[in-house]
């Protein structure tokens, strides 16, 4: 079995399952073909949402008014070459690769701008080389 590309997300704001949208028939058609993600959990109402999933790691929109241009998500990736070669090849604008050093750690990242505006933090842990 093949591991998984996407090894966790964490939320830029509160939550990440009800990251803003506008649509979620835009938003479940771009992540799946750009980021390889299917639907898992759909709510209509007031308050459309769906939930996506990709290797068992979760990214929920929702129609709620948000500022899709202050909310995204840093998703952890196995191999950060592979995931831009991945997203690349989908049609999706990647930034520069860059290292990042937090909380002591180091890493290899780079951005993505959805077309919702929703910014994506991509990023690999570097492990030590001693």
Not at 5 to 29: C, G, M, R
Not at 85 to 92: T, W, Y
Not at 94 to 122: H, M, W
């Amino acid at each position: 079995m093949e591991e998984p590309l996407f090894l966790a997300a964490y939320p830029y704001q509160n939550d990440l399952l009800t990251l803003p949208i506008k649509s979620v028939e835009h938003a479940v058609s771009w992540y799946s073909n750009a980021f390889g993600m299917f639907e898992v959990q759909r709510h209509t109402g007031a308050q459309p949402s769906v939930i996506l999933e990709r290797g068992g790691i979760r990214l929920g929109f929702a129609v709620n008014g948000g500022d899709a241009a202050q909310d995204g998500a840093a998703i952890l990736v196995l191999d950060i070459h592979q995931a831009k070669v991945m997203l690349e090849s989908n049609g999706v604008n990647t930034g520069d690769l860059q290292n990042d050093e937090r909380g002591g750690q180091s890493y290899k990242a780079f951005f993505v701008i959805a077309p919702d505006s929703l910014c994506y933090y991509f990023h690999e842990l570097i492990q030590d080389q001693k």
